[in-house]
């Protein structure tokens, strides 16, 4: 007897909608179940993961832990501190670069960290651990900034020296930092060839008029835990950095069935009040 096919489709939270077609429910076997079951346990296991946002831990940032004229000794003090913190935190996490922290703290350098990868179709060097981070950066551009067009031709990521001078030490050395587009954003604090640049002579109202990017890539960027160092003194605007927790990048699923539940009691409250209302 012929049996006929049937097209099934169940949602997943977090996953999306998985079709898939097979026999009546009465006539599969245990085998069939099975293999079904596993099935779907593996797309939930491949479901993309989802993206914590974060802010910059303040120690990270570079104003926090420079001294400058008129600090008290106080704030002196404190940035101090806040170096030799944001040294050793960049160490534990993101390997040890010689001359900055301990070698104890890990016994791997940055280098030993850094994986090529494409981000925006464009290939760089960056620390491994956080490329989930500008994953979820990346995603956030294509949502939210479709409707300016910007499309990147240069980055710049994990380098072998220290372009900083003075006692500072650059994230791009950890690889944790990201150019975009380092000859059409500028830097007009960086140095007297960038001051030269006719977008860092000319009066501006704000400093998003000093670069080719929109100003919405700053925001997605910055929504993941990443700093723009357009805020800084140098006014570097192609520089992005994560300064956040990079153990930290994604929900657990834990807290993305929590997140779901919640929001599912959120609209079913709204959509109570909403029949209820006169």
């Not at 802010?55 to 106080?74: A, K, Q, V």
């Not at 357009?230 to 929590?258: C, Q, S, W, Y």
Request: proline share 5%; hydrophobic share 35%.
């Amino acid at each position: 007897m012929s049996e006929k096919l049937w097209l099934g489709c169940g949602v997943l939270l977090a996953v999306g909608t998985l079709c898939f077609v097979g026999l009546p429910v009465e006539s599969q076997s245990t085998e069939q179940a099975v293999e079904d079951e596993e099935s779907v346990e593996h797309v939930v296991a491949e479901a993309e993961p989802v993206c914590r946002e974060q802010s910059p831990n303040e120690f990270l940032i570079r104003r926090n832990y420079l001294p400058r004229r008129g600090m008290s000794r106080e704030e002196r003090v404190q940035a101090q501190e806040n170096f030799r913190r944001s040294v050793r935190f960049r160490t534990e996490n993101y390997g040890y670069f010689e001359g900055f922290g301990q070698r104890a703290w890990n016994s791997r350098t940055p280098q030993d960290y850094g994986e090529r990868v494409r981000v925006f179709g464009l290939p760089v060097r960056l620390n491994e651990r956080i490329i989930p981070a500008v994953r979820c950066a990346e995603a956030e551009v294509a949502r939210s900034c479709g409707d300016i067009p910007y499309t990147p031709v240069r980055l710049s990521g994990l380098r072998d020296r220290n372009t900083y001078h003075s006692h500072e030490v650059s994230n791009h050395v950890y690889g944790i930092a990201l150019d975009i587009d380092p000859h059409l954003n500028t830097c007009c604090g960086c140095t007297a060839r960038w001051r030269e640049h006719p977008l860092c002579q000319r009066q501006v109202n704000s400093i998003y008029e000093r670069m080719a990017m929109p100003e919405c890539w700053v925001r997605a960027f910055e929504k993941y835990g990443f700093y723009w160092l357009g805020h800084d003194t140098l006014r570097d605007t192609m520089h992005f950095e994560f300064l956040a927790d990079p153990n930290r990048i994604h929900l657990t699923p834990e807290e993305v069935a929590e997140r779901a539940e919640a929001e599912a009691t959120l609209e079913a409250e709204q959509t109570e009040a909403e029949d209820t209302s006169p």
